[in-house]
């Protein structure tokens, strides 16, 4: 990774000198920084340069949205409605067995609006499900207390459909980590 970067700066530096883009401005400047960016990301690709988080954990991601169905046309995300990582039932990184530490990526738009989207509506009925569960049980902690154990038993079985953008790129990561294909 070490090599990688250092080779990349160099090359960065050398594009930028052969380029001049030192004397270069406004829209001359903006093309060169642009074919350089160009040319950059194809050595990346190539793995010549050091590899992006989303570039490495992409086979992996798209294998896992093909597996579960989500790597096709989505209607959009009503406007106003909860969005992955607000559903109900879920318990957060600091709520059990869950995931303290982040991975920030930036997906290109092939894999973010399934990804988004396919989680929003394979989410639908459970969230609504869980929302009538609200309705009629209660929504805080004391409520839940109350509620018989057989109600408990359904909402923690619907809770469990619930899957997260989250979940997706955990599963994703761990497959890139030890490179293992997904089943």
Do not use: F
Not at 98 to 109: H, K
Not at 152 to 165: F, H, M, V
């Amino acid at each position: 990774m070490d090599a990688q970067k250092t080779a990349e700066t160099r090359w960065q530096a050398a594009a930028e000198q052969h380029a001049g883009v030192l004397d270069l401005r406004g829209p001359a400047l903006r093309a060169a920084r642009a074919r350089i960016r160009g040319e950059r990301d194809q050595l990346r690709e190539t793995s010549t340069h050091r590899i992006t988080r989303w570039r490495a954990l992409e086979p992996a991601l798209r294998t896992e949205l093909e597996t579960r169905g989500l790597l096709r046309e989505w209607e959009p995300i009503p406007e106003g409605a909860q969005q992955a990582g607000q559903n109900l039932g879920g318990t957060g990184p600091y709520g059990g067995a869950g995931y303290t530490a982040r991975l920030c990526l930036t997906l290109p738009d092939a894999l973010a609006v399934p990804l988004l989207r396919g989680v929003y509506w394979t989410n639908v009925p459970h969230v609504q499900a869980l929302e009538a569960w609200g309705d009629r049980w209660g929504t805080d902690a004391a409520s839940r207390r109350a509620a018989p154990a057989e109600a408990l038993a359904e909402r923690a079985r619907t809770a469990a459909q619930i899957t997260t953008t989250g979940t997706i790129l955990r599963a994703a990561l761990h497959h890139t980590i030890n490179r293992t294909p997904r089943t």
